[in-house]
């Protein structure tokens, strides 16, 4: 194939940069355009939080009827609150969602723990009384008074909050 001096390619190839000489000083002043932040449905992602907490309480206290230590699926309701309220508010990794997901996974897991020392309680007194898991639900109060039982609860509380705020940590810190 033959080269002619009048085959010069004049259009820029992708790697070549532009001739800015006679470009005016105008671009210098250009800024980008702020970045929109997404919506954030607030309402809805506390609901969504809540049902997806929900999901791992109610894992917590299947676990817990195992005779297992429930502590990770704090971790796992916390992931499903923070999972939750992003998909419900629109706004996946806000702050403010991490927080309020936070909140909700303590007040689930404390929750899970008490229905789980309820059943304790119901599960050891149903042969001998007539009593319903309700009945147990409502007695539990008096056995918290106990030490031991009051120690076991905070211990096993206490293994699941640590297991979730290292799911918390680990959450935040990625985003």
């Known amino acids: 194939m033959e080269h002619h001096e009048n085959d010069q390619n004049t ?3 992708y790697h070549q940069m532009p001739d ?3 470009m005016s000083n105008q671009t210098s002043s250009y800024s980008a355009p702020p970045m929109e932040r ?3 449905n607030v309402i809805a992602g506390l ?3 809540f049902l997806f907490a929900l999901i791992g309480g109610a894992l917590y206290f299947i676990v817990y009827r195992f005779g297992y230590i429930a502590g990770v699926c704090g971790l796992v309701t916390v992931v499903l609150a923070m999972f939750g309220y992003g998909l419900f508010s629109g ?3 806000s702050v403010k969602g991490k927080v309020i997901a936070i909140v909700i996974s303590i007040l689930v897991i404390v929750l899970a723990e008490y229905l789980s020392l309820s059943y304790e309680i119901y599960d050891a007194y149903k042969a001998d009384l007539p009593i319903t898991f309700f009945d147990a639900v409502q007695m539990t109060p008096d056995f918290l008074t106990d ?3 009051m120690m076991a609860f905070l211990k096993d509380l206490g293994v699941a909050f640590v297991l979730g ?3 918390s940590f680990g959450s935040i810190r990625k985003n």
């Open 20 to 22: 800015t000489s006679n």
């Open 38 to 40: 997404p919506h954030e």
């Open 147 to 149: 030490s031991e039982v």
């Open 11 to 13: 259009s820029q190839s």
């Open 165 to 167: 705020a290292v799911a």
């Open 91 to 93: 706004n996946k990794g």
């Open 47 to 49: 609901v969504g939080a």
